[in-house]
Nanobody
Framework: QVQLVESGGGLVQAGGSLRLSCAASGGTFSTYTMAWFRQAPGKERELVAAISWSGGRTYYLDSVKGRFTTSRDNAKSTVYLQMSSLKPEDTAVYYC???????????????WGQGTQVTVSS
């Protein structure tokens, strides 16, 4: 059983930056594809970014390309989402997710964190 704990959310002005972290425990982190999803009020959850278990491949939602970067530190069992040039439309609850040896474009994940709120004010 994998446990995921996100941190780093908060309130930021438009144009600002935040870095989310997701610490994993209970599994072999280096075998898990890791992803970031978000869900805004009244909207469906969407895949924002994903990184392969080796870190060699990444995926980004078109609307965040060039602004968000995901990375991982397998020695620390942690995945990051660096968010820059934030916009009010980035406001959502952000969730970390994990699935073993998964393709980076899948939406099907086995393990989920509790979520962290990101609010971008205009």
């Amino acid at each position: 059983q994998v446990q995921l704990v996100e941190s780093g959310g908060g309130l930021v002005q438009a144009g600002g930056s935040l870095r989310l972290s997701c610490a994993a425990s209970g599994g072999t982190f280096s075998t898990y594809t890791m992803a970031w999803f978000r869900q805004a009020p009244g909207k469906e959850r969407e895949l924002v970014a994903a990184i392969s278990w080796s870190g060699g491949r990444t995926y980004y939602l078109d609307s965040v390309k060039g602004r968000f970067t995901t990375s991982r530190d397998n020695a620390k069992s942690t995945v990051y989402l660096q968010m820059s040039s934030l916009k009010p439309e980035d406001t959502a609850v952000y969730y970390c997710a994990a699935r073993q040896y998964s393709a980076i474009t899948t939406n099907e994940y086995n393990y989920w964190g509790q979520g962290t709120q990101v609010t971008v004010s205009s």
